[in-house]
C-alpha cells in the first residue's frame, strides 16, 4: 500500500546545530507540504513543492529549508537549530493542489 | 494567522452521544476540509467540502457549510469511544489554494 514515512521519529539536538527530518511518500503524488504543530496554533505550513525542483515558503518559513529532487521525498532542514523550533514536524502530499491531503506521522524535534 | 477557528476547544460526552464542532473562517474559500488526529499520529483526512456545497455525508459524519456566515459544522453521530481525537478544520483562499488549519476541537468519548 502506498503510504508517507518520516524519519527520524524522535530527535532531540542542540541550539545551532543543522538538523535535516526526512519524509518519503510512494503515493507519487507532485504535491508535499511541511508543518509544524505547537500547541494551541495547530498546523502551520513552513515549505511546499508542488513537483521536482520547485519549492516554496509558508507561513512560517524563516530557519528552515527544502530541495525537491525527486518525486518521493521531500527532506526539511533546520540550518541552525533554535529553541522556537522545537515542535512536532509532518509531512503530507497531496495528489492535487486542493484536495485531500495524507500525512505522515510526525517527527518530534526538541532542540535544547 | 489561522482562517478556521474551532468551536469549542474541547467537548466531552458519553458514548452514544452526537458530537458537534464547529469552524469559523475570515475569507472566502474553494473548500473546506475536516481531518482527525489521534494522540501522537498524523493526521487522517475524513471529507471535503467544496463552495456550491451545502452538506455532506459520510458514515456517521455529516458537514454542513454556510458560506454567507463563513462557518461549517461536523457532527459525528452515535459517538463511540474510538472517535476520542482532535479534530481540525482546514481551509483555503486565505493563501491562495493553500490549507490553513485551525487550533483544532478535542473530543473525549466516554464509555
Known amino acids: 500500500d502506498a503510504e508517507i514515512t518520516q524519519s527520524p521519529r524522535h530527535k532531540i539536538t542542540e541550539t545551532g546545530r543543522q538538523v535535516t527530518l526526512a519524509c518519503h511518500q510512494t503515493w507519487n503524488h507532485n504535491n508535499m507540504f511541511w508543518y509544524r504543530q505547537d500547541l494551541g496554533h495547530g498546523l502551520r505550513l513552513i515549505h511546499y513543492?508542488?513537483?521536482?525542483?520547485?519549492?516554496n515558503k509558508g507561513e512560517v518559513s524563516d530557519g528552515y529549508s527544502v530541495s525537491r529532487s525527486n518525486t518521493e521525498d521531500l527532506p526539511l532542514t533546520l540550518e541552525s537549530a533554535a529553541s522556537s523550533q522545537t515542535s512536532v514536524y509532518f509531512c503530507a502530499s497531496s495528489e492535487s493542489t486542493e484536495g485531500p491531503q495524507y500525512f505522515g506521522p510526525g517527527t518530534r524535534l526538541t532542540v535544547l | 494567522s489561522q482562517q478556521g477557528e474551532e468551536d469549542p476547544q474541547a467537548l466531552s460526552i458519553q458514548e452514544g452521544e452526537n458530537a458537534t464542532m464547529n469552524c469559523s473562517y475570515k475569507t472566502s474559500i474553494n473548500n473546506l476540509q475536516w481531518y482527525r488526529q489521534n494522540s501522537g499520529r498524523g493526521l487522517v483526512h475524513l471529507i471535503l467540502i467544496r463552495s456550491n456545497e451545502r452538506e455532506k455525508h459520510s458514515g456517521r459524519l455529516r458537514v454542513t457549510l454556510d458560506t454567507s456566515k463563513k462557518s461549517s459544522s461536523l457532527l459525528i453521530t452515535a459517538s463511540r469511544a474510538a472517535d476520542t481525537a482532535s479534530y481540525f478544520c482546514?481551509?483555503?483562499?486565505?493563501?491562495?489554494?493553500?490549507?490553513?488549519f485551525g487550533a483544532g476541537t478535542i473530543l473525549r468519548v466516554k464509555s
Open positions: 513543492s508542488y513537483g521536482v525542483q520547485d519549492t
Open positions: 482546514a481551509t483555503d483562499g486565505l493563501y491562495g489554494n493553500k490549507l490553513v
